[in-house]
């Protein structure tokens, strides 16, 4: 069954950086694209950044773009976000997803059919 385990989440200081890492396995990792969401309390998911497969794609959300790089390393299974000038609204639970079809590069929450459990992130000021 797909898996995604996600960490790297913490408490930092605005202004900070945090790379998070999200461990997939269950299925053929380089097939499909992933996905960075995150849910601050009170507020729906908010997309961030995915991936596609072959790494040459790549989308962000305008507010964290030139500020986060999501990244792959097919070879480890594994997804990453590294995030920079960290702002307390960057603040919330940070989520990775997997693409529901091969192939793809979704930014809507329902193009994603796996998700991990979520890491804490807070950025304090």
């Known amino acids: 069954q797909v898996q995604l385990v996600e960490s790297g989440g913490g408490l930092v200081q605005a202004g900070d950086s945090l790379r998070l890492s999200c461990e997939a396995s269950?299925?053929?990792?380089?097939?499909?694209?992933m996905g960075w969401f995150r849910q601050a309390p009170g507020k729906e998911r908010q997309f961030v950044a995915s991936?596609?497969?072959?790494?040459?794609?790549?989308t962000y959300a305008d507010s964290v773009k030139g500020r986060f790089t999501i990244s792959r390393d097919n070879a480890k299974n594994t997804v990453y976000l590294q995030m920079s000038s960290l702002k307390p609204e960057d603040t919330a639970i940070y989520s990775c997803?997997?693409?529901?079809?091969?192939?793809?590069?979704?930014?809507?929450?329902?193009?994603?059919?796996?998700w991990g459990l979520g890491t804490q992130v807070t950025v304090s000021s």
């Open positions: 997803a997997r693409e529901l079809r091969p192939n793809g590069l979704g930014t809507r929450a329902i193009d994603f059919g796996y």
């Open positions: 269950g299925y053929t990792f380089s097939r499909y694209a």
């Open positions: 991936i596609a497969w072959s790494d040459r794609r790549r």
